[in-house]
């Protein structure tokens, strides 16, 4: 077995891999190079594993951040939940690992974060602190409304008979979509993604993307991004406009996201990663979602403290306050500029 960096040219390889995989998500699919080099302009790093016969046995992309703020790094995946290294048995996944810290050195990177659906096992120090939120699916929706409490259907019920409607769609929802996602950024004190950084991901994954938005009249009120691989169908974006929660829409957003779940065959809903205890994971663990920890292993190449760029830094307190403060279309300018460097 070799590890080397993969090109264009090893797709069918890769995709192969990756459907008979059992430790394969969507962030391991290589169309993910192509649209975080459009969207960010990162270099980008795809390591395969091949046996003698030139079958492809392992998969690790990396995404190399590199900023005089936020250090120059490797990850596994960005922007998203999932990536790291995919590999059914332990030699791969070695092999994969010492490819990465050679490119990591030869890129002067001080470490590399490996986002692990199952621990690595390998020694390497990790974090666990974020869990992902799912829920399994019944074949219908019809079961799923039936299994929900009464509480709850109430709170589905409440938008329907105030006339507000649900629609999926694909690129013609972005604009709704990207509207709510940067006000609700700009409220949480969080830089926003570039409008063409979602519009790329709807390009290339033409048949695993969507985009569910509730709307009263005229007026769109909340909006998720779906991405569906294999059984898993994943919210990795949802937002609303606060001052209409009273009126329930977030709720109908996630229970028709659910419903759309159920219809188009998936057996599992992803809600996405919380903190436990948090008030997103109290509102994902309602629709009975539990939660599966997450590892996030990291290579550090001098040692020390692991990084800790995440908005729960005291560090950065000021700043998120300050943010909330802006004018929302300030945040379009230059958030995207900022986030970019942000895993």
């Given at each position: 077995m070799k590890a080397r960096i993969a090109g264009s040219g090893d797709v069918p390889g890769i995709d192969s891999f990756l459907q008979r995989s059992d430790a394969s998500s969507i962030y391991h699919d290589y169309r993910w190079i192509s649209v975080i080099e459009n969207?960010?302009?990162?270099?980008?790093?795809?390591?395969?594993?091949?046996?003698?016969?030139?079958?492809?046995?392992?998969?690790?992309?990396l995404v190399q951040l590199k900023s005089l703020l936020f250090?120059?790094?490797l990850v596994s995946m960005p922007y998203f939940n999932y990536g790291g290294v995919c590999a059914d048995k332990p030699a791969v996944r070695d092999l994969l690992i010492d490819e990465a810290i050679r490119t990591a050195r030869e890129a002067g990177a001080s470490h590399i974060e490996f986002r692990q659906e199952r621990p690595l096992d390998n020694g390497f120090p990790v974090k666990t602190r974020k869990v992902s939120m799912r829920l399994g699916l019944p074949q219908s929706g019809l079961d799923l409304w039936k299994s929900l409490p009464s509480k709850l259907r109430n709170q589905i019920r409440k938008p329907q008979k105030e006339g507000m409607?649900?629609?999926?769609?694909r690129h013609e929802g972005l604009e709704n979509f990207y509207r709510i996602f940067s006000i609700n950024m700009r409220d949480l004190g969080t830089p926003v993604y570039p409008k063409h950084f979602f519009r790329n991901i709807l390009d290339h994954f033409p048949e695993n993307s969507w985009i569910c938005t509730v709307s009263a009249g005229e007026t769109p009120l909340a909006s998720g991004f779906l991405v569906g691989f294999k059984e898993k169908l994943e919210i990795p974006w949802a937002s609303s406009i606060r001052k209409y929660n009273r009126l329930g829409a977030n709720m109908f957003l996630y229970w028709s996201c659910l419903e759309f779940a159920c219809g188009q065959g998936f057996r599992v809903f992803d809600f996405g990663r919380s903190t436990a205890g948090e008030s997103t994971y109290k509102f994902k663990e309602q629709w009975g979602a539990v939660?599966?920890?997450?590892?996030?292993?990291y290579w550090m190449a001098d040692g020390g403290s692991l990084p800790d760029i995440n908005p729960g830094n005291p560090k950065y307190r000021?700043?998120?306050g300050m943010w909330k403060r802006l004018p929302v279309p300030l945040t379009r300018l230059i958030g995207p500029r900022i986030v970019r460097n942000i895993p």
């Amino acid at each position: 077995m070799k590890a080397r960096i993969a090109g264009s040219g090893d797709v069918p390889g890769i995709d192969s891999f990756l459907q008979r995989s059992d430790a394969s998500s969507i962030y391991h699919d290589y169309r993910w190079i192509s649209v975080i080099e459009n969207s960010f302009g990162h270099r980008c790093y795809y390591l395969v594993c091949e046996e003698e016969d030139e079958s492809t046995t392992g998969a690790l992309p990396l995404v190399q951040l590199k900023s005089l703020l936020f250090g120059n790094f490797l990850v596994s995946m960005p922007y998203f939940n999932y990536g790291g290294v995919c590999a059914d048995k332990p030699a791969v996944r070695d092999l994969l690992i010492d490819e990465a810290i050679r490119t990591a050195r030869e890129a002067g990177a001080s470490h590399i974060e490996f986002r692990q659906e199952r621990p690595l096992d390998n020694g390497f120090p990790v974090k666990t602190r974020k869990v992902s939120m799912r829920l399994g699916l019944p074949q219908s929706g019809l079961d799923l409304w039936k299994s929900l409490p009464s509480k709850l259907r109430n709170q589905i019920r409440k938008p329907q008979k105030e006339g507000m409607t649900v629609r999926i769609s694909r690129h013609e929802g972005l604009e709704n979509f990207y509207r709510i996602f940067s006000i609700n950024m700009r409220d949480l004190g969080t830089p926003v993604y570039p409008k063409h950084f979602f519009r790329n991901i709807l390009d290339h994954f033409p048949e695993n993307s969507w985009i569910c938005t509730v709307s009263a009249g005229e007026t769109p009120l909340a909006s998720g991004f779906l991405v569906g691989f294999k059984e898993k169908l994943e919210i990795p974006w949802a937002s609303s406009i606060r001052k209409y929660n009273r009126l329930g829409a977030n709720m109908f957003l996630y229970w028709s996201c659910l419903e759309f779940a159920c219809g188009q065959g998936f057996r599992v809903f992803d809600f996405g990663r919380s903190t436990a205890g948090e008030s997103t994971y109290k509102f994902k663990e309602q629709w009975g979602a539990v939660p599966y920890p997450m590892y996030w292993h990291y290579w550090m190449a001098d040692g020390g403290s692991l990084p800790d760029i995440n908005p729960g830094n005291p560090k950065y307190r000021l700043a998120i306050g300050m943010w909330k403060r802006l004018p929302v279309p300030l945040t379009r300018l230059i958030g995207p500029r900022i986030v970019r460097n942000i895993p």
